[in-house]
C-alpha cells in the first residue's frame, strides 16, 4: 500500500471522513517523505489532522507544542472522543504524580501535548529523549514571531529544543504568516529550507464578510444594536479586561443575552466552565481578550466583533477566522472610532523595553521590580542571560517596535480605507483577491440584513439549561488526566 493509499484509509478509520481538506493531503504526503513541512491553512480548515495523521502512519511519539492550556485540552478531549487512550496533555493542570507518572511511561504514548515553557524543564526533557520521536509539531507556530520576542521568549528555544531531541521530523502549522513570518519561524526552528516544504494557502475565508463601523462617542450603543439583530452565538473582543467585564455586564442588563467575559483574570476553573458553557450553546456571546477562541471547537460562531482595534492583520485574521468554520455565512464586525489606535500604541510601550531601560539594565546588570512591566523585564534579563551585545539588543528592540508600528497603522488604514476591505487585508500577506464573494464588506455593498437572524420575530435568546455544571468540570479534569 503506499502512502495516499495509506492515508487515505487512516483519514477514514481515525476521523470517519472520506476526503481531505485543501492542503491536509500535500501536508502529510510531504512529512511521511520525510520533509519538514510548513503548513498555513486558514484558521478552521482542520490543520490538527495534519499532525495527528501523519502521527499515526509513523511508528513513534507526536509530540505537539501547543501554546494555551485551554487549546491542549480541546485536542486532547477530541482525540479522546475519536477513542484515542494514548493522549495527555503535560501541564499545570496535572499534579506532580500524575505528571511524573505520564513521563515515565512515554514509550505507551502516542500524542503528547506540552507547552514551549514545559519544554525548558530538564526532566521533561530527559525523559522525552528516551523515547523514539516520529514527528515533532509546532501548534500555531506564529507564536513563534508574533509572541518570542514580546512575551513568550521559551518559544524562541524551540531551534534548540529540537538540537537536543536530535532534529526530529518537524511540522509548524498557522493560519497567518506573512513570507517574511514564515521564514522567521524556519530560521528561529533550525529547520534547512533544502529539506523543507511549504504548503501555503490563502487566508481568505469567502464566507466571512467584513465590516466597519465607525463610531464617535456610540460604540456601546451601536454595539447593543447590532447583537440584538445579529444571530448568535458570537465573540467579542477587546484590548481590556475591565471593558470586557463593563461589556459583558451591559449586554445582560440590556438585552437579556446570556453573556460571559473571559480573560486572564478568570479563574482557571471559571474559564473550563465559560468554555464549555460557549460550545454547548449555554452562553450566546463571550466578551473576550485574545486569551479566548484558539482552538475552540466550535463551527457555528455567527459574528466576532472587536470593540477595540487590534494591533495587527495577523490577530485579526487569527480572530474572526473562529467563526464560520461550518461553511455559512459569518461576519467579522469592526466597531471603529478615530483615536482608537491610541490604545495599542500604549499596550506596545507596556511590551518592548525602551532603550533607557536596557543601558540601566546592562549597566547594573539587574531591573529593579516595579521600574518596567514584567514583559519588559523579562525581555531585559533574556538579553542579559543570552550575553546579547546591548547593540544588538537595542537594534532588536527598535527593529521590533518599528515593525509592531507598521502593524498596527496598517489596522488603521484598514480600518478607514474606502476600497475593499477584504482585497486590503489580502494585500498584507501579498495575495490578490481573485473573485469577491457576494458578502463581501462593508465597501463593496454589504447589506447587514443579509447576516442577521433570519427570523426576527423569534428573537431567540440562548437561556442557561439546567446542568450539574461541577459534575461536568470534574469529568473533564478527569479526560485530561487519564
Known amino acids: 500500500m503506499n502512502n495516499k493509499e495509506l492515508i487515505k484509509r487512516n483519514l477514514e478509520n481515525y476521523f470517519g471522513y472520506s476526503s481531505f481538506r485543501d492542503g491536509q493531503e500535500e ?3 510531504a512529512a511521511l517523505t520525510g520533509k519538514h513541512t510548513l503548513v498555513m491553512l486558514p484558521t478552521g480548515t482542520g490543520k490538527s489532522i495534519c499532525y495527528q495523521l501523519t502521527g ?90 508574533q509572541w518570542g520576542l514580546d512575551f513568550r521568549p521559551d ?45 501555503v494557502y490563502s487566508v481568505d475565508r ?14 456601546n450603543q451601536q454595539l447593543i444594536n447590532h447583537i440584538q439583530k445579529l444571530k448568535k452565538p458570537g465573540i467579542i473582543y477587546f484590548s481590556s479586561k475591565k471593558t470586557a467585564d ?34 454547548h450553546d449555554e452562553i450566546a456571546i463571550i466578551c473576550a481578550t485574545s486569551a479566548f477562541g484558539m482552538g475552540i471547537n466550535k463551527s457555528n460562531i455567527r459574528f466576532v466583533i472587536h470593540y477595540h482595534l487590534p ?20 461576519l467579522a464586525l469592526l466597531l471603529y472610532e478615530s483615536g482608537d489606535g491610541i490604545i495599542q500604541l500604549r499596550l506596545q510601550e507596556y511590551t518592548l523595553p525602551t532603550i533607557d531601560m536596557l543601558e540601566y539594565g546592562y549597566k547594573k546588570g539587574v531591573i529593579p521590580e516595579g521600574s518596567c512591566s514584567p514583559t519588559q523585564k523579562q525581555l531585559i534579563e533574556n538579553y542579559l542571560k543570552a550575553k546579547i551585545p546591548i547593540d544588538a539588543a537595542k537594534n532588536q528592540v527598535k527593529s521590533r517596535t518599528l515593525y509592531k508600528q507598521q502593524q498596527l497603522y496598517y ?13 486590503f487585508l489580502l494585500h498584507y500577506f501579498e495575495e490578490k483577491l481573485k473573485s469577491k464573494p457576494k ?44
Open 27 to 29: 501536508a502529510i504526503l
Open 56 to 145: 499515526y502512519c509513523l511508528e513513534g511519539l507526536v509530540v505537539i507544542v501547543s501554546p494555551l492550556l485551554s487549546l491542549m485540552q480541546d485536542q486532547v478531549e477530541q482525540l479522546k472522543l475519536n477513542g484515542e487512550k494514548r493522549v495527555a496533555a503535560i501541564n499545570s493542570l496535572m499534579d506532580a504524580h500524575e505528571k511524573e507518572w505520564v513521563l515515565n511511561h512515554l514509550i505507551d504514548y502516542k500524542f503528547i501535548f506540552l507547552s514551549p515553557e514545559m519544554l525548558q524543564q530538564e526532566y521533561v526533557m530527559s525523559c522525552l529523549k528516551r523515547v523514539p520521536i516520529c514527528l515533532f509539531a509546532i501548534d500555531e507556530a506564529h507564536c513563534i514571531s
Open 155 to 199: 518559544y524562541l528555544d524551540l531551534g534548540l529544543i529540537r538540537q537536543q531531541l536530535n532534529f526530529p521530523l518537524t511540522m509548524a502549522l498557522t493560519a497567518t504568516a506573512t513570507k517574511q513570518v514564515r521564514e522567521e519561524i524556519l530560521t528561529s526552528l533550525q529547520i534547512d529550507d533544502e529539506n523543507t516544504k511549504q504548503i
Open 206 to 219: 469567502s464566507n466571512i464578510a467584513f465590516s466597519t463601523i465607525n463610531c464617535e462617542r456610540d460604540k
Open 246 to 279: 463593563e461589556i459583558a455586564e451591559l449586554i445582560r442588563s440590556k438585552t437579556g443575552i446570556v453573556a460571559e467575559s473571559y480573560h486572564s483574570d478568570v479563574a482557571a476553573e471559571d474559564k473550563i466552565k465559560i468554555q464549555q458553557q460557549f460550545v
Open 311 to 330: 494591533g495587527s492583520p495577523e490577530a485579526y485574521l487569527q480572530e474572526v477566522g473562529r467563526c464560520g468554520r461550518d461553511g455559512e455565512p459569518s
Open 411 to 423: 489596522m488603521i488604514d484598514y480600518a478607514e480605507t474606502s476600497s475593499c476591505k477584504r482585497a
Open 439 to 482: 458578502c463581501c464588506c462593508s465597501n463593496c455593498n454589504l447589506e447587514l440584513a443579509d447576516v442577521y437572524e433570519k427570523a426576527e420575530l423569534e428573537k431567540e435568546t440562548i437561556m442557561m439549561k439546567e446542568k450539574n455544571w461541577e459534575e461536568i468540570l470534574t469529568e473533564l479534569f478527569l479526560i485530561g488526566n487519564k
